[in-house]
């Protein structure tokens, strides 16, 4: 049997990607499912390139949905190519492990999780952006929605398997922070609210009325372009250096509790609101102790998945004609 398979996860587990990444990679693998699905009966003929206990992909349903990870335009030299499709294989190899391992467990999604996780998808995107996209790759919502729910259920048996059974002691923390004291020393940072406006006499409007009293989280909500609106335009905390040098130049100056004037940049135009400023100081264990628990706990989680998937697969039947790549 010729199996279509998806784009597999992306380097493990615990893989921190921005939304947009994820998005895109899914909607690429959705890309290669869909181009599996319409093969024409030539296709079967193929050469095999992987087979997993029964499951087939061809050479050609692979460079397909490879070529669809690929930006458009790259300049990739063969070598580098080659070394990608060698990885994307192995991505493949463990996604395929992966939703096994889930289906012989007898796991599965709901409705409901899937339109939950749809809706928190939707939600980082303004307006039908998030459909303009799907058009635009060629995908429908009944295709993601599929993929989603593979996700989700890859997701399910990863966080019985590995995530819950991870455990990362006290004196774990404290031995990594005496080992690495320098990597807790933060320079000064700033918490800063944004409104960003497309014109220069709304931004003047929005100030004015930002001035007469208005609430500055509503108005980043009502009027803000940008992605943070939904939490009142909040950036969180952020040393110099980490936004453009226009934002620097204001929220650095600028004291607590006071708004800027209006800042033109290549985005729009913004106002700025400082919360809180930090001087350069050196965390403690304990301040520092949340986040060395989520580093070692994602080092943990990492190595437990690939020790986890060696076992999948020395139980499998892997067959790859590596002379064709």
């Not at 206990?53 to 349903?61: A, H, P, R, Y």
């Not at 990492?302 to 590596?322: F, P, S």
Request: overall charge negative.
């Amino acid at each position: 049997m010729i199996a279509c398979l998806f784009m597999p996860m992306n380097q493990g587990p615990l893989s921190q990607i921005s939304r947009l990444f994820a998005l895109l990679a899914a909607l690429s693998l959705l890309a290669g499912a869909a181009g599996c699905r319409d093969r024409s009966p030539d296709a079967a003929a193929a050469p095999v390139l992987l087979q997993i206990d029964g499951l087939s992909i061809t050479l050609d349903e692979f460079n397909r949905q490879f070529e669809q990870t690929l930006p458009p335009d790259h300049a990739l030299g063969q070598d580098e190519k080659d070394e990608l499709k060698r990885a994307f294989l192995r991505q493949v190899i463990d996604r395929v492990l992966t939703l096994a391992e889930a289906r012989r467990l007898g796991l599965s999604v709901t409705p409901e999780e899937v339109e939950a996780a749809l809706a928190d998808y939707r939600r980082d995107y303004p307006d039908d952006e998030f459909d303009r996209l799907l058009q635009t790759q060629g995908i429908s919502l009944a295709q993601w929605r599929a993929e989603l729910e593979e996700r989700l259920l890859m997701e399910k048996v990863l966080a019985g398997a590995i995530h819950g059974r991870i455990q990362v002691s006290d004196d774990e923390i404290a031995a990594y922070y005496q080992s690495h004291r320098d990597e807790f020393d933060r320079p000064a940072q700033v918490r800063a609210r944004q409104i960003v406006l497309d014109s220069e006499d709304q931004g003047r409007e929005v100030l004015a009325q930002l001035r007469r009293g208005a609430s500055f989280t509503e108005m980043a909500e009502l009027f803000s372009l940008s992605p943070d609106a939904e939490n009142g335009g909040d950036l969180g905390y952020f040393p110099q250096g980490e936004m453009p040098p226009e934002f620097d130049e204001v929220v650095f100056n600028l004291p607590v509790g006071e708004l800027s004037n209006l800042v033109k940049s290549d985005y729009g135009f913004h106002i700025f609101l400082v919360e809180d400023k930090r001087e350069t100081r050196s965390l403690s264990q304990a301040e520092a102790a949340a986040e060395i628990e989520a580093l070692l706990r994602r080092a943990k989680e990492e190595q437990a998945y690939q020790e986890w998937l060696m076992e999948l697969g020395a139980k499998a039947r892997i067959d790859v004609n590596w002379q064709l790549l």
